[in-house]
DNA sequence: TTCGCATGCAAGTACCCACTTGCACTGGTC
DNA sequence: GACCAGTGCAAGTGGGTACTTGCATGCGAA
């Protein structure tokens, strides 16, 4: 019975939210290679290490345990701490905010990913919750642009050309898997670059 | 019996060519709504006017279904004829091929939004075929672009600079229903023609 | 007319899934 | 020491899904 003794006893070494936690992360996980059809309990329950009855113990229902699980990682971010970081320099400052777009943008892929399909057709509150952090980086972008409009240092609509932006490095992100053999998923900061230097100046020979 | 005999009349009439290209058409339709996992067969099936089991007698399974249902929308395309509608000016081109672009994503934006995250890690065919129309503009993009390179025209490395106007129209398509309210989603033409501008000459103020 | 092929229809099989239940165990709290 | 909350475990339920099968039907070709 030892080895029973053993997994009764990992189990049991954790507190509920530890077990809370390690359910979510396995979901996050699992969502992240099957999606949200795809992802069973029982596979979830066997990622986090955990009995399946305990899921539905703590989440009630599948259901739950996905909304619970996009609100838990892609819950409300604090974006605000980049405007201090920036220098007035346009170019410096847009690699800072892009850097952060990449960085959000990686670690959250396959939620994203998922969130970009599994849509509203179902009023789906965990492709809505998940895909709340490309609006909030929207928002800073468009902010972004407005202020340099203002300062005359852009031309355009803050909106439309911060859509380009978010384009250009979102796509950088989702295209590696499609992609893979580009030469602009090498090093990522390098990449970042030549998108700024393209969105400030094109690509027209002068 | 006359419902019956409407029903039968109507499976009767067609030939077995057609009812396959029903299914076909039913398949895309039906994964578009509820992707590869979530789309059932009894709902093809339905949808189709057909039954169940003749689907089945069609193609077997509903794996041969969806690869062929892949092979039959995203199969190989003519895009050679581009070349014959290019006038010399640099944007006037872009926006022949840019329309052309839109036009593909649009039309296989459903199939192309599965295949984005339903990829390779069962190995699926399905994505790989349902990608391959991405890929086969990327290259026509990227000779484009390497032409007027070579020209004088335009500067950086075509890969490249193919990839970031790739990234800005698809971002166009997909973005569409996940930010609706973005003022670029009215005339595509206007979007177009506006993502060309920023492309070729940055959005920095002169 | 006759025959075969494509189909409809109904029933069924085997599996998987979300979710439940009852019981046993254990570690910490009083 | 007694209790209880949190968990494991095993079995089970009900519904959905892919896929099959046997038979009836009718259209078109021989």
Chains 1, 2 share one sequence.
């Not at 892609?74 to 170019?91: F, I, K, T």
């Not at 384009?167 to 295209?175: E, Q, R, T």
Request: glycine share 6%.
């Amino acid at each position: 019975m030892i080895a029973t003794r053993k997994l009764v006893d990992a189990g049991r070494s954790a507190s509920p939210e530890e077990t809370r936690e390690r359910i979510l992360a396995a979901a996050r996980e699992v969502i992240g290679r099957k999606g949200k059809r795809g992802a069973t309990t029982r596979e979830i329950a066997e990622v986090a290490g955990v009995n399946e009855a305990t899921l539905f113990r703590h989440f009630g229902s599948k259901e739950s345990l996905l909304v619970a699980c996009a609100q838990h990682f892609c819950g409300h971010m604090q974006l605000a701490d980049v405007a201090s970081q920036l220098s007035g320099n346009v170019a410096e400052d847009l690699l800072v905010i892009a850097r952060l777009m990449h960085a959000r943008f990686e670690s959250l892929q396959d939620m994203i990913r998922w969130s970009f399909v599994e849509q509203d057709y179902d009023s789906d509150v965990f492709a809505a919750t998940a895909w709340r952090p490309q609006l909030a980086i929207l928002t800073v972008l468009t902010q972004f642009m407005q202020r340099r409009i203002d300062a005359g240092e852009l031309q355009g609509e803050a909106h439309k050309i911060a859509m380009v932006f978010l384009g250009i490095v979102f796509m950088h992100v989702m295209g590696k898997k499609k992609f893979p053999d580009s030469p602009l998923h090498g090093d990522p900061d390098k990449a970042l670059r030549f998108y700024i230097d393209v969105f400030l100046n094109g690509v027209t020979k002068r």
